[in-house]
């Protein structure tokens, strides 16, 4: 089992920036592969970026690759989401989510298996 904590999130002007953090528990989570998605109202969850369980592979949605960058610290069971640049349309409710899994990068929501409540980003215009 993985238990999953997101925070960072909060109300932003359009170019300006935010770091998500999720904090993890659970003894397989060192052996997870990570990601974050996000959900506007009335949409689909929506994948955003993915880390491998060791950290040395990332993989972006076209829609932020460029601005989002995801890490790890599998010492302190972190995962983050740094935001550059953000744009009105990046506002949505932000989910940090983990599997264990041999294939990389998970990118449909239901190939996860552990999930957060969330933590809610608003980037004003």
């Known amino acids: 089992q993985v238990q999953l904590v997101e925070s960072g999130g909060g109300l932003v002007q359009a170019g300006g920036s935010l770091r998500l953090s999720c904090a993890a528990s659970?003894?397989?989570?060192?052996?997870?592969?990570m990601g974050w998605f996000r959900q506007a109202p009335g949409k689909e969850r929506e994948f955003v970026a993915a880390i491998s369980w060791r950290g040395g592979t990332t993989y972006y949605a076209d829609s932020v690759k460029g601005r989002f960058t995801i890490s790890r610290d599998n010492a302190k069971n972190t995962v983050n989401l740094k935001m550059n640049i953000l744009k009105p349309e990046d506002t949505a409710r932000y989910y940090c989510a983990a599997r264990v899994s041999d294939s990389f990068p998970l990118v449909q929501r239901a190939e996860y298996d552990y999930w957060g409540q969330g933590t809610q980003v608003t980037v004003s215009s």
């Open positions: 659970g003894r397989t989570f060192r052996r997870c592969h």
